[in-house]
C-alpha cells in the first residue's frame, strides 16, 4: 500500500473528506489501525508507540493524536455547558478537514530527537502535504496551526476570567 502512496497525486480532496467522515464516526482510530495512515503519511511511523513523559500526554504520542481526534468529533452536537463554546467553535470552522489534519501532524516531530517538536513536525508535514497536492492556503493554515499549537493550548487551560476577550461576537465571554 505505501508504494502506491509515494509518489505525489491530488489526494487531498479525499482525504479532507475521509477526515471529516472519520471524525464525525470514531476520530480515526480504525485508520491508524488499519496502517492506512503511515501508508499514506510515512512520517507518522515514528510516533507510533513513542512514551513521552509531560503533562499533555498520558498516552503515547500516536494514541494522544487520537484522543484529540476523538475529542474533537465528541464536540459535535455537544450540549454540555463546558463544552458548548468549543462546539460552537467548532461549528464555525469552514474546513474542519484542515484542522483535522494539522491535529494528524501536531505532534510528529516528537519522534525526532535532538530537534525541537514543534519546528521538527513543521519540516516533516511539508512534504506530506506536497505529496497529497494540497491547496497552498490550507497547507498555510496547517503550518500556523502547527506552529501554534502550543500557545492554543496554553490559551484553552487558562482559566476563563483570564483568557483575552473576544470581542468579534456580541455576548462572547459571558
Excluded at 30 to 59: K, N, W
Aim: hydrophobic letters at 40%; proline letters at 7%; aromatic letters at 6%.
Amino acid at each position: 500500500m505505501r508504494e502506491h502512496f509515494r509518489d505525489s497525486r491530488p489526494l487531498w480532496p479525499v482525504l479532507n473528506q475521509i477526515l471529516v467522515a472519520a471524525a464525525r464516526a470514531s476520530g480515526g482510530a480504525e485508520h491508524a489501525r488499519s496502517g492506512a495512515l503511515t501508508a499514506i503519511f510515512p512520517e507518522m511511523e515514528q510516533i507510533e508507540c513513542l512514551v513521552t513523559r509531560d503533562f499533555y500526554h498520558r498516552y503515547t504520542v500516536d494514541e494522544h493524536t487520537l484522543v484529540a481526534l476523538q475529542n474533537i468529533a465528541s464536540l459535535r452536537g455537544v450540549e454540555d455547558p463546558p463544552n458548548n463554546s468549543f462546539a460552537n467553535l467548532l461549528a464555525e470552522i469552514k474546513q474542519p478537514g484542515v484542522l483535522l489534519f494539522a491535529l494528524l501532524f501536531h505532534d510528529v516531530g516528537k519522534g525526532t530527537p535532538g530537534e525541537g517538536h514543534v519546528d521538527a513536525s513543521l519540516r516533516l508535514v511539508q512534504p506530506a502535504m506536497a505529496r497529497i497536492q494540497m491547496p497552498q492556503q490550507d497547507r498555510e493554515t496547517v503550518l500556523f496551526l502547527i506552529g501554534a499549537h502550543l500557545e492554543l493550548s496554553s490559551a484553552m487551560h487558562l482559566p476563563r476570567h483570564v483568557r483575552p476577550a473576544d470581542h468579534s461576537r456580541p455576548g462572547a465571554n459571558r
